[in-house]
């Protein structure tokens, strides 16, 4: 949807899908105190919340009750149960990443082994979607911000800063076609992850060589730092994308 000059009338336009990411790892709980779940039941009504101010997907990571992301796949499967019970209608959409937050301080950001991501694929209650980056890509998450933005939180800490400024999204094409594979045998949609004009390419030979055969749900990450940051304001892109989209 466009409100830009020529842009047709709302009416008009393709319906506005609104995906809400409440649990985003990569921030902590003293971060945002007041926006940040941790028990299981605020995590779940925090999902409600975001349905009754209009998203219908959700896209899902899972807190511990330490605050820190979540790589137990049980958890996963519990808020997953929690929120199809409280917001049926919800797309839920888990992400791909897990959960790429450091262990400690001063570790590394860094996405989870290849065959831990493929245990998505054996979540239950089944997600409708799991998010599948294309490509690997640099993701300095650091880049498009200024020092100040980061002032009284945890990323003012320069190991901390560090870790997110030099993390890279691990998809070679291997991995990438085989999480498809079993993503696509347990019933989930793969929600693409396109960081260039190259990550839109490879999804399309993946489906001309018949490896993924649709719906097409593709999103495209403008965060800088490795990744094209300008896709908001560069009508083209943004228009194909749009297009492009179907949940």
Known sequence: MHYLDGSLFPENQQPLIITAAPYAPGWLPSDFPED??????????????????????LHLHVRELDGKGSKRLSKFNELIAGVRKAVPEMVIQVGGSISFAPENEGDAAKWLSDDTRH??????????????????????????????????????????????????????????????RRL??????????????????????????????????MNWVAISGGMDARACSTW??????????RC
Not at 133 to 141: A, D, E, G, P
């Open 36 to 57: 940040i779940p941790l028990t299981m039941e605020d995590q779940i009504q925090k999902a409600v919340d975001c349905y009754n101010a209009g998203a219908t997907v």
């Open 119 to 180: 245990m998505l694929a054996e979540l239950d209650p089944v997600p409708d979607q799991v998010t599948v980056t294309v490509n690997t890509s640099q993701m300095n998450v650091t880049e498009h911000a200024e020092l100040a933005d980061f002032r009284g939180t945890s990323r003012e800490n320069p190991a901390i800063f560090n870790a997110y400024k030099e993390m890279t999204v691990p998809a070679q094409p291997g991995w990438v076609e085989e999480h498809i």
């Open 236 to 245: 083209p892109i943004w228009s194909v994308r749009c297009r492009m989209v």
């Open 184 to 217: 696509s045998a347990a019933g989930i949609q793969s929600a693409f992850q396109c960081y260039n004009i190259n990550s839109f390419e490879s999804v399309e030979r993946l489906i001309r060589r018949g490896i993924y055969k649709g719906p097409l749900v």
